[in-house]
């Protein structure tokens, strides 16, 4: 519930803090709309309340609740301070990549080559949500706390693992002590055991989150650590409980999800790394 007397956040990116830092205290159904509100938030800005219910799967009164919940008099003073951010910025990726697909081709005959102009269309995008998206603070910091870790832990799972893997690689590569936490041969627990408050985790997931990284970001803050988390939203399992959150929405296309943007990522921090050093 909001505080009574304190008045509700004017800016946007006030709110949108407001709503990551409250998170963890809303009911599952104000969560769901928390979720969408961060990640689509021109769509909160112009679509009717019951387009959105319908797009965040909630019934109009939870979004009316959820207003509330923040100090507003009901949605539509909400929706001023989201229409402020409209005014203020680019695109969103979600509008960007409504765009794409309202005027990609109908492929009735899904060739490769069409294929490979889908995904080079779409990790366009992806890329450049990822270069607007990220500041050069964070980066920085990264990169320091890369720079001065005693040992460098990287862990993603599933889907993440391509990056994990690749990401520890160049960091071996770029004379950083590193451990790919991969839990081979079940060794996980036994990796585990090289934490130590002077190192570094970069935990990379996205949705569905795999429940290990989550629990080792837990366990990592829990032992003072600084964990870099790389996933797909502030409001992610890992992004909450993270020292600091890299955010990166790769491109998808025919259900399959890329990448790109990730990998992109894992690559800059490692070059940087390597760069100081020049």
Sequence with gaps: MQLLGAAP??????LQSEISARYERLSNRLQRIARYA?????????????????????????????????????FSEMQQVFRKLLKESSPSYSERVRQ?????????????????????????????????????????????????????HVMGQRRSFPVAAYLAYALNHSNRPTQLLDGMGGMLLEQ????????????????????ETVDLVSRAVDQGINVIAITGSSLSPIAQKATLCLEVKDAEVFGFRSLTASMCLAQTLAVSLVVIDV
């Design 9 to 14: 956040p004017d800016d946007p990116k006030e």
């Design 100 to 152: 794409f697909w309202e005027q990609r081709e109908d492929l009735t005959r899904p060739l490769p080559l069409n294929v490979l102009r889908e995904f080079a269309a779409a990790n366009q995008i992806a890329l450049q949500h990822v270069e607007n998206t990220l500041t050069a603070a964070q980066l920085e910091q990264a990169v320091e706390w890369l720079a001065t870790a005693r040992i460098i």
């Design 38 to 74: 961060v990640d689509h938030p021109n769509d909160m800005a112009m679509e009717t309340i019951a387009i959105l219910a319908e797009r965040a799967q909630v019934q109009p009164s939870a979004l009316i609740r959820f207003a509330k919940a923040f100090g507003y008099t009901g």
């Design 192 to 211: 585990l055991r090289l934490l130590s408050p002077q190192d570094v985790l970069v935990a990379i997931s996205f949705y569905p989150y795999a429940q």
